[in-house]
């Protein structure tokens, strides 16, 4: 079974400044999709990102971009130009890519993100 | 719907009581799935609808829980005589197709349970 592990519960950072998220996961798989998500106050988890492990080519989504690290199964989010608005939890999540049956998503704990103007 | 519905908001019950949580999916999104979110826990799977498909129940802590989907749209979380250790927030997501794995979920604002 795959397994995603976030080891900073919580982390901070001065506005305007730029921040690195760890996430890491255990796979036999090689072929698989990766993702990280946002949840503000309001519950809802929004999708920021999404990386497939295919790929060698890091994504990126204006001030978000990920290190996808394959060999070392590591997925870590930077956010660059930090905002306000930024502050929320940020769950690392696994998806298989292979048909086996198993359609779910497998999330870390998250980590709980402070803004400081 | 233009996202994902989910209700009540909120939902404060006895201990023994039970629940019903509803969750509306995107017109035309073919998967749903529900994950419990307990307090500094991340989300766990509980139940997973794809069409017609038998639901992949393997999540489902207890024989307490149940859940359906009807006509392929809203869905049911239903907790039989709830217990402190169910308050959590319950989340509801849906895809539109599970095949094409790339696609992450759509969330909703999830339902807080307070058992007491």
């Known amino acids: 079974a795959q397994t995603v592990t976030q080891s900073q519960p919580e982390m901070s950072v001065q506005e305007a400044e730029t921040v690195t998220l760890s996430c890491t996961y255990d796979t036999s798989e090689s072929d698989y999709y990766l993702f990280w998500y946002k949840q503000p106050p309001s519950r809802q988890m929004i999708l920021v990102i999404r990386?497939?492990?295919?790929?060698?080519q890091n994504a990126t989504e204006n001030r978000f971009s990920v290190n996808f690290q394959k060999a070392a199964k590591s997925f870590s989010l930077k956010i660059s130009d930090s905002q306000l608005g930024d502050a929320a939890m940020y769950f690392c999540a696994y998806r298989s890519a292979g048909y086996f049956g198993n359609e779910k998503l497998t999330f870390g704990t998250g980590t709980r993100l402070t803004i400081i103007p | 719907g233009a996202g994902v519905s989910q209700s009540p908001s909120n939902k404060v019950t006895e201990k023994g009581k039970d629940v019903e949580l509803r969750c509306d999916p995107i017109?035309?999104?073919?998967?749903l799935y529900w994950y419990r979110q307990s307090l500094g826990q991340g989300l766990e799977f509980l139940i997973y609808f794809q069409g017609n498909s038998a639901p992949d129940k393997s999540g489902l802590p207890s024989d307490r829980f149940s859940a359906e989907r009807t006509g392929g749209s809203v869905s049911t979380l239903t907790i039989q005589r709830t217990q402190q250790e169910d308050s959590a927030v319950y989340l509801c997501?849906?895809?539109?197709?599970?095949?094409?794995?790339?696609?992450?979920?759509?969330f909703g604002s999830g339902t807080r349970l307070t058992v007491v």
């Open positions: 997501a849906s895809s539109l197709d599970p095949r094409d794995r790339s696609y992450g979920y759509t």
């Open positions: 990386q497939e492990a295919y790929k060698q």
């Open positions: 017109s035309g999104h073919t998967a």
